[in-house]
């Protein structure tokens, strides 16, 4: 049987069929009118034949015709990633950048090749792994200097190719899916336990490119932690960085590669880091009466070197949304788990932090489990800890249907030094408030959860829900993400904990990077791409040639 590609959804999160439940629809329904006013029912996405596509400008050689396409299901399901505007453009039946081909290469060779023509014919590549870039990172806005543009698609480089149980690695291919990962790993008995929320539809090639944040709160908390070493096809050539624990042998090249996002060359490879699977749990919740108190008190536990895998704070507002409270209190979700030793006196101490600053820890305590998408466990969780880590999941599927009643469904993440979070926070409300109110985006709620923790500083992550106007709600978007972007700059905050740069951070990053850096950055893309082909636009480099 002829092989068939994996597609994303056009207008909506993850695969064809993957949707919400009658349940979930329901109570969606329900916030939908109570507490936003929609008074219709929701307006269904476009299916693909409601997508017109101008036909494709570039025709590929025959010796690469078996690995690439210009099939109008491929083009479409390639023409962005899975930002709140590219969702809602596509509500309206707007591809604004479908690439001229797609490409779905079999073997480093076959990359190798496509990059050779690409490069001959001013081609633009954009690196394509899950395709759930939430700030324009594998959209083909690539300007008006090439000829066309091909989405080089990484799925069919999806196998654990070698595991090394006595130094606990694994080498596997840039392609594979985070599940795909996990099954693949699961009889060495070990893990590489990194959980973005895009886990299902996200690749361990974009976590590096992207440096991802995963789930633990403390300790390591993005990519960058678990990568050993990696393996690249660039246009001026093929390298691979050596194995080793640590070195002090000049600058990482390791890190050049992350955060890169695909304008350096194609990462096909990574050896990484991996874990034994938890067998000791323990969690709670603990609620507290305002959000100075329990910002102190994770303060504390964070700076008290406990390193809990799980450190959650949520304001009110965001613990009546996830369903987790009844909004009433901040929420604070503490985890901790170990291969090795027992964590219960390790989650006493937190307690005791938390009591310290009038937290209540709720009633039940019980072992916490693995995360919900890796779970191999029938332990039992805490409640609310379990209603905000499903409802967290399912996130992206509640804004797909959200959306469909005109709601804006949107978040912004930073990290900021503790000393200027309790400024942070309150510029980033007025500032996305007022702006909401410009534009008479009403009802409306902003609220705050912290994702990561550092001794030295948090993660802030802000979620805007408001009523918005079909048709109209990208350029709404765009009008609260400029806002909630200056404050975070002026603020003292990074444009992006994890979510990457892309497209959409560009110029705020501009302003957060050193000019010489920046130059740095641009010689290093000369050297590796000298014709400009690699995903250009995103982090502001070989932006319309």
């Given at each position: 049987m002829e092989w068939q590609p994996r597609l994303n959804k056009v207008s909506g999160w993850g695969s064809q069929g993957d949707a919400?439940?009658?349940?979930?629809?329901?109570?969606?329904?329900?916030?939908?009118?109570?507490?936003?006013?929609?008074?219709?029912?929701?307006?269904?996405?476009?299916?693909?034949?409601?997508?017109?596509?101008?036909?494709?400008?570039?025709?590929?050689?025959?010796?690469?015709?078996?690995?690439?396409?210009?099939?109008?299901?491929?083009?479409?399901?390639?023409?962005?990633?899975k930002s709140f505007p590219d969702l809602a453009r596509a509500r309206t039946g707007r591809v604004d950048h479908a690439p001229d081909l797609v490409?779905?290469?079999?073997?480093?060779?076959?990359?190798?090749?496509?990059?050779?023509?690409?490069?001959?014919?001013?081609?633009?590549?954009?690196?394509?792994?899950?395709?759930?870039?939430?700030?324009?990172?594998?959209?083909?806005?690539?300007?008006?200097?090439?000829?066309?543009?091909?989405?080089?698609?990484?799925?069919?480089?999806?196998?654990?190719?070698?595991?090394?149980p006595v130094?606990?690695?694994?080498?596997?291919?840039?392609?594979?899916?985070?599940?795909?990962?996990?099954?693949?790993?699961?009889?060495?008995?070990?893990?590489?336990?990194?959980?973005?929320?895009?886990?299902?539809?996200?690749?361990?090639?974009?976590?590096i490119a992207t440096r991802a944040g995963g789930h633990y709160a403390t300790g390591p908390t993005h990519i960058d932690d678990f990568v050993e070493a990696v393996r690249v096809i660039s246009p001026a050539g093929t390298w691979q960085t050596r194995r080793l624990p640590a070195a002090g042998a000049g600058p990482d090249p390791n890190r050049l590669m992350l955060g890169s996002e695909g304008t350096l060359g194609i990462l096909t490879e990574a050896w990484i880091r991996l874990q034994p699977r938890p067998g000791f749990r323990a969690a709670a919740t603990v609620r507290f009466d305002s959000l100075p108190t329990a910002v102190a008190a994770v303060r504390e536990i964070a700076q008290a070197g406990l390193n809990p895998a799980n450190l959650r704070l949520l304001d009110r507002v965001e613990a009546r949304n996830a369903l987790v409270a009844d909004g009433t209190a901040e929420v604070l979700v503490i985890g901790?788990?170990?291969?090795?030793?027992?964590?219960?006196?390790?989650?006493?101490?937190a307690l005791e932090c938390t009591g310290d600053h009038?937290?209540?820890?709720?009633?039940?305590?019980?072992?916490?489990?693995?995360?919900?998408?890796?779970?191999?466990?029938?332990?039992?969780?805490?409640?609310?800890?379990?209603?905000?880590?499903?409802?967290?999941?399912?996130?992206?599927y509640y804004r797909d249907e959200l959306l469909g009643y005109g709601i804006i469904s949107e978040t912004f993440e930073t990290a900021v030094t503790w000393d200027r979070f309790e400024a942070l926070h309150a510029a980033v409300t007025t500032a996305v408030t007022s702006a909401l109110a410009a534009e008479r985006l009403a009802p409306a709620t902003v609220s705050c959860r912290f994702t990561h923790v550092y001794p030295d500083g948090v993660a802030p992550y802000f979620t805007v829900l408001a009523r918005g106007t079909h048709g109209d709600l990208d350029r709404q978007w765009w009008t609260v993400k400029q806002a909630a972007s200056e404050a975070i700059m002026a603020a003292g905050g990074t444009i992006t904990h994890h979510h990457g740069v892309g497209?959409?951070?560009?110029?705020?990053y501009r302003q957060e990077r050193p000019d010489l850096f920046a130059a740095a950055l641009a010689g290093a893309g000369r050297e590796l791409d000298p014709a400009g082909i690699m995903n250009p636009g995103v982090l502001g480099l070989r932006v319309g040639r």
């Open positions: 919400v439940s009658a349940d979930e629809a329901a109570v969606l329904a329900l916030l939908a009118r109570e507490q936003f006013g929609a008074t219709d029912s929701a307006v269904a996405p476009l299916t693909a034949a409601d997508f017109s596509l101008p036909p494709s400008k570039v025709v590929p050689p025959e010796s690469l015709s078996a690995i690439t396409t210009d099939r109008r299901a491929d083009r479409l399901a390639h023409a962005s990633g490409a779905y290469p079999r073997t480093e060779a076959d990359i190798s090749e496509l990059l050779d023509w690409a490069a001959a014919e001013l081609i633009a590549v954009i690196p394509y792994g899950g395709g759930s870039s939430v700030v324009g990172g594998v959209t083909p806005d690539v300007g008006p200097g090439y000829r066309g543009s091909l989405s080089l698609d990484l799925q069919r480089l999806d196998r654990v190719l070698e595991v090394d130094s606990r690695a694994a080498r596997a291919q840039a392609g594979v899916l985070g599940p795909d990962l996990a099954r693949q790993l699961k009889s060495s008995g070990l893990a590489l336990r990194h959980y973005p929320q895009s886990y299902q539809y996200s690749t361990l090639g974009g976590w901790f788990e170990s291969a090795d030793h027992d964590v219960a006196g390790l989650l006493d101490r009038g937290g209540v820890t709720a009633p039940s305590r019980a072992p916490a489990d693995r995360d919900s998408v890796a779970a191999d466990s029938d332990t039992p969780r805490p409640r609310s800890a379990q209603a905000w880590r499903d409802a967290f999941l399912r996130m992206p497209r959409d951070h560009v110029p705020w």
